[in-house]
């Protein structure tokens, strides 16, 4: 069975400071992997996915995330955090061929000190 | 892009009556739709996958006698909490795969609160 580890429950960082959330899989087959961010009391909105080909994925609010396929990894990265970047970001990963289904870690939560 | 909307955003009911959650693709089909709950403060478990013009496909553990989902058409998908009970409080949220690259559209959630 698939399944999705992000490790850090809660991180901190400084306004500027760069960022990166980790995330570790595990699944037999070549994975689509997402990340997702959610604040309070709302949805969740795409941030990027990989699929395939480049493994650098670049995403929308500056984050980028790296598929590392020997670390079964999708480490999500912003070089300058701002203060409302401050949210539950969630990783998840889905299978091949029918990506719609997905399996979510735990989350981290990001809090953003000025 | 694909949007997915969810009504109702928030909802009260009292315990026992049910309550029917709507989770729409507005521009794109969606012969498959996803539900999830998600308690406060954690992450979100997979229910049930909706498939349009059959029944659903109930995760283990999910009682589909009182989660009732229907997927009427390739935009609709509703959810009923049926004999609502306080425990079934939650967030509940529906996902759709759409343009481009069968990317995963997520509603805006329903909270629903039982009393």
């Known amino acids: 069975a698939q399944s999705v580890t992000q490790p850090d429950i809660h991180i901190t960082v400084s306004e500027g400071a760069s960022l990166e959330l980790r995330c570790n899989y595990s699944y037999g087959a070549t994975p689509y992997l997402f990340w997702y961010v959610q604040s309070p009391g709302q949805g969740l909105q795409l941030l990027l996915k990989y699929f395939s080909g480049d493994t650098l994925v670049q995403g929308i609010k500056g984050f980028e995330a790296e598929f590392k396929r020997s670390q079964s990894s999708f480490n999500l990265r912003k070089p300058s955090v701002h203060w409302s970047d401050a949210a539950e970001y969630f990783c998840?990963?889905?299978?091949?061929?029918?990506?719609?289904?997905?399996?979510f870690g735990t989350g981290t939560r990001l809090q953003v000190t000025l | 892009g694909a949007v997915v909307s969810q009504h109702p955003s928030r909802v009260i009911c009292k315990s026992g009556t049910s309550v029917k959650i709507e989770c729409r693709s507005l521009d794109f089909q969606a012969t498959t739709m996803f539900w999830y709950r998600q308690f406060p403060k954690q992450s979100l478990m997979l229910m049930a996958t909706?498939?349009?013009?059959?029944?659903?496909?109930?995760e283990q553990g999910v009682e589909k006698d009182k989660f009732l989902i229907n997927h009427a058409s390739l935009t609709l998908s509703t959810l009923t909490v049926t004999s609502a009970h306080p425990e079934d409080s939650s967030f509940y949220i529906c996902s759709a795969g759409g343009p481009p690259g069968n990317t995963i559209y997520f509603g805006e959630g329903s909270w629903l609160t039982v009393v």
């Open positions: 909706s498939n349009e013009g059959s029944k659903a496909t109930y």
């Open positions: 998840a990963v889905g299978y091949t061929g029918t990506a719609s289904k997905l399996t």
